[in-house]
C-alpha cells in the first residue's frame, strides 16, 4: 500500500471540508488502486488529507490528477499546500 499525505492551509477550513467531501471523494475514489481518504482537521486554518492507494504508481498519479483538479476548479487561493508526505506502507496493523 501506497500513502500520500498532504498539509494544506486554507482560508475557509469549512469549505475546503465541504469540497473534500462532495468534489474531490468522489472523483479521486474511481482513480485505480483507490484504497481511502481521510481529512483530519489539525487547525482552524489547516487540513490534512490521507490518501490511501494499492501501489506507489497510483498513489503518485493521484498526486498529479488531485493537483490538477485543485487548479481546474480555482481552487489555487483556498488550498495553499504546505507539505506532501508519502511513501509504502512499511508496517500496518
Do not use: C, R
Amino acid at each position: 500500500m501506497y500513502i500520500v499525505i498532504k498539509k494544506f492551509h486554507s482560508s475557509s477550513i469549512d469549505e475546503t471540508i465541504e469540497n473534500a467531501k462532495n468534489e474531490f471523494l468522489p472523483m479521486i475514489s474511481k482513480l485505480p488502486g483507490f484504497v481511502s481518504y481521510n481529512i483530519i482537521k489539525a487547525a482552524e486554518d489547516m487540513v490534512v488529507s490521507i490518501l490511501s492507494f494499492a501501489s506507489e504508481a497510483e498513489g503518485k498519479a493521484s498526486t498529479v490528477t488531485a493537483f490538477a483538479w485543485v487548479k481546474e476548479n480555482g481552487f489555487d487561493a483556498l488550498y495553499q499546500v504546505q507539505e506532501v508526505i508519502e511513501g509504502e506502507v512499511v508496517v500496518e496493523g
